[in-house]
């Protein structure tokens, strides 16, 4: 029998094949950056809202902290709504006051590289400037931290200016960066397993520096490892085996690495 994979292909297969992958990889990114634009500008309107009842009513910490249990109880999985979290989003919302802020570079950033540009710089300006820059060339948090430190911008003097109708690249490091942010999958309610998995390919591709955190005497089996109990499938997530012990262990869940459970002596 012949495998599709033998069949002789049409003319022009392979050129459709490549432009319908850009296509998938294009509308993947835009909506990695619609959902993120959706969250920042969510962030924002949470800030404006709690910055004028402060302004009008002098709400203090106690309020903020009692917003958060409510919004929390009725959001779960939004780890984002933390009272620390919403005093970040009144200090967005003073520092970028003119609406709206989905036209704005910053929308464009993922919330961590925000608070980094909160947190490391106090003027205004620089906070944009250092936002524009971030979204035409593609940086990424740890390199936004390091440009902001060694002042980059100020002494090379560059000035983004169509930050606004810039598009984050597909290929960088920021992009990559906002499909692994973790408040993105809170925001759309799929921060368990999604999340979990992550973790799980992190450690396997840094496999070396995970067994030195286990401890001595690990190595490493395998992921995804099924086992057949009475004719019922299971997986686990990582397999290690303990040498000196002589027994399997595994993590579950990997909600927390030290979680581990033997499964044989």
Same mark, same amino acid.
């Given at each position: 029998m012949t495998s599709p994979r033998q069949l002789d292909l049409p003319t022009g297969y392979t050129d459709l094949l490549? +432009?319908?992958k850009q296509d998938v990889r294009a509308a993947r990114t835009t909506a990695l950056r619609i959902i993120n634009t959706?969250?920042?500008e969510l962030y924002w309107s949470i800030g404006a809202a709690v910055r004028a009842q402060?302004? =009008?009513? +002098?709400? +203090?910490?106690?309020?903020i902290k009692r917003l958060s249990e409510d919004l929390r109880a009725e959001f779960p999985d939004m780890t984002g709504l933390s009272p620390r979290n919403i005093q970040y989003m009144?200090?967005?919302a003073g520092a970028w006051a003119e609406g709206p802020i989905a036209q704005q570079g910053v929308a464009q950033l993922p919330w961590g590289h925000v608070t980094i540009l909160l947190d490391k710089l106090k003027d205004q300006t620089s906070r944009a400037r250092y936002a524009a820059a971030a979204v035409e060339h593609g940086w990424s948090r740890n390199?936004?931290?390091?440009?902001i430190m060694n002042r980059t911008l100020e002494r090379t003097g560059a000035a983004p200016s169509n930050f606004v109708q810039r598009l984050v690249g597909p290929g960088t490091e920021l992009t990559q960066q906002i499909a692994k942010d973790p408040y993105s999958f809170e925001f759309l309610g799929l921060s368990?397993?999604? =999340?979990?998995?992550d973790l799980e390919n992190a450690l396997t591709t840094r496999i070396t520096e995970t067994l030195r955190e286990l401890g001595p005497g690990f190595s490493f089996v395998g992921r995804q490892v099924h086992f057949d109990v009475d004719g019922d499938d299971f997986y686990v997530d990582l397999l290690f085996f303990h040498i000196e012990q002589s027994r399997f262990n595994c993590t579950? +869940?990997?909600r927390r690495l030290g979680e581990q459970f033997a499964l044989a002596a």
């Amino acid at each position: 029998m012949t495998s599709p994979r033998q069949l002789d292909l049409p003319t022009g297969y392979t050129d459709l094949l490549e +432009g319908l992958k850009q296509d998938v990889r294009a509308a993947r990114t835009t909506a990695l950056r619609i959902i993120n634009t959706q969250l920042i500008e969510l962030y924002w309107s949470i800030g404006a809202a709690v910055r004028a009842q402060q302004q =009008a009513q +002098g709400w +203090g910490s106690r309020v903020i902290k009692r917003l958060s249990e409510d919004l929390r109880a009725e959001f779960p999985d939004m780890t984002g709504l933390s009272p620390r979290n919403i005093q970040y989003m009144t200090t967005f919302a003073g520092a970028w006051a003119e609406g709206p802020i989905a036209q704005q570079g910053v929308a464009q950033l993922p919330w961590g590289h925000v608070t980094i540009l909160l947190d490391k710089l106090k003027d205004q300006t620089s906070r944009a400037r250092y936002a524009a820059a971030a979204v035409e060339h593609g940086w990424s948090r740890n390199v936004l931290l390091n440009m902001i430190m060694n002042r980059t911008l100020e002494r090379t003097g560059a000035a983004p200016s169509n930050f606004v109708q810039r598009l984050v690249g597909p290929g960088t490091e920021l992009t990559q960066q906002i499909a692994k942010d973790p408040y993105s999958f809170e925001f759309l309610g799929l921060s368990g397993e999604v =999340a979990e998995r992550d973790l799980e390919n992190a450690l396997t591709t840094r496999i070396t520096e995970t067994l030195r955190e286990l401890g001595p005497g690990f190595s490493f089996v395998g992921r995804q490892v099924h086992f057949d109990v009475d004719g019922d499938d299971f997986y686990v997530d990582l397999l290690f085996f303990h040498i000196e012990q002589s027994r399997f262990n595994c993590t579950k +869940g990997l909600r927390r690495l030290g979680e581990q459970f033997a499964l044989a002596a």
